[in-house]
C-alpha cells in the first residue's frame, strides 16, 4: 500500500517571501501521478499543482512549483512571493497510475501561516 | 459550471442512528469518490462509484455504504452511528474513472456530528 508522509505539521512566512512544504511517499509502483492540494478555512479542496511521475520536469503553477525527485520518492512543493490568501492546510496526495480508478492517498497536512 | 454540490453542509445525529449524505457531481463527471476527514486520522478513501458501480473501497466498516444513480449523483450511508464517526464527509467528482490528468474536484464537505 502506498504512504503519503508530510513531517511540517506546521509552517509560517512572512508575505511576499518563499516557503517549502515537504512531502515523501512510498511507493513500490513506477506510474502515479503526485498533487498539492490546498484546504482554506471555507474546507473545499482545491488542487494547487499535479505532476505525472513519468515526467522529468518538474511542474509549475504561476506562484507554485514542485521539487520532484522520483528516486529519493520526494515531492515538495514551494510557494514564491507568499500572498496572505495562500493561508491554509496543504495536503500531499499520491494517485496510483496502474490500479483503476481516482482513489487519493493524502499526507496529515501542514498548515501554512502567512504573516502580514 | 456548477461545482460539486453537498448536502447537507452539517448534520447532527444521535448514536445508533443512520445518516445519508448526498453529493452531485460537476455536470459530465461520472466518477464520484467519498472521503472521511478527521483530526485524528486525516482524509481516508471511503470508496469510489463510476457508472453506477463501487469500483474501489477503502478499510471502512461495513456500516459506511454508498450507491450512484444513472444521473451520477452519489449518496453515501453510515448505518448504526458512533461518536466516532463524527468528520468532514467529502466528496469529489472526476470526469472518468480512469485517464490520465483527471483532476478530482472536491466539494464543500458535510460536516457529521454525533452525539
Known amino acids: 500500500a502506498q504512504t503519503v508522509t508530510q513531517s511540517q505539521p506546521e509552517m509560517s512566512v512572512q508575505e511576499a517571501e518563499t516557503v517549502t512544504l515537504s512531502c515523501t511517499y512510498d511507493t513500490s509502483e513506477s506510474d502515479y501521478y503526485l498533487f498539492w492540494y490546498k484546504q482554506p478555512p471555507s474546507r473545499q479542496m482545491i488542487l494547487v499543482i499535479r505532476q505525472e511521475a513519468y515526467k522529468q520536469q518538474n511542474a509549475t503553477e504561476n506562484r507554485f512549483s514542485v521539487n520532484f525527485q522520483k528516486a529519493a520518492k520526494s515531492f515538495s512543493l514551494k510557494i514564491s512571493d507568499s500572498q496572505l490568501g495562500d493561508a491554509a492546510m496543504y495536503f500531499c496526495?499520491?494517485?496510483?497510475?496502474?490500479?483503476?480508478?481516482?482513489?487519493?492517498?493524502f499526507g496529515a497536512g501542514t498548515i501554512l501561516r502567512v504573516k502580514s | 459550471k456548477a461545482g460539486v454540490t453537498q448536502t447537507p453542509r452539517y448534520l447532527i445525529k444521535t448514536r445508533g442512528q443512520q445518516v445519508t449524505l448526498s453529493c452531485s457531481p460537476i455536470s459530465g463527471h461520472r466518477s464520484v469518490s467519498w472521503y472521511q476527514q478527521t483530526p485524528g486520522q486525516g482524509l481516508q478513501f471511503l470508496f469510489e462509484?463510476?457508472?453506477?458501480?463501487?469500483?474501489n473501497k477503502g478499510n471502512f466498516p461495513g456500516r459506511f455504504s454508498g450507491r450512484q444513480f444513472s444521473n451520477s449523483r452519489s449518496e453515501m450511508n453510515v448505518s448504526t452511528l458512533e461518536l466516532g464517526d463524527s468528520a468532514l464527509y467529502l466528496c469529489?467528482?472526476?470526469?472518468?474513472?480512469?485517464?490520465?490528468?483527471?483532476?478530482?474536484?472536491f466539494g464543500q464537505g458535510t460536516r457529521l456530528t454525533v452525539v
Open positions: 462509484y463510476f457508472s453506477e458501480t463501487q469500483r
Open positions: 469529489a467528482s472526476s470526469l472518468r474513472g480512469q485517464i490520465m490528468n483527471t483532476e478530482a474536484f
Open positions: 496526495a499520491y494517485r496510483s497510475a496502474e490500479e483503476y480508478g481516482n482513489k487519493l492517498v
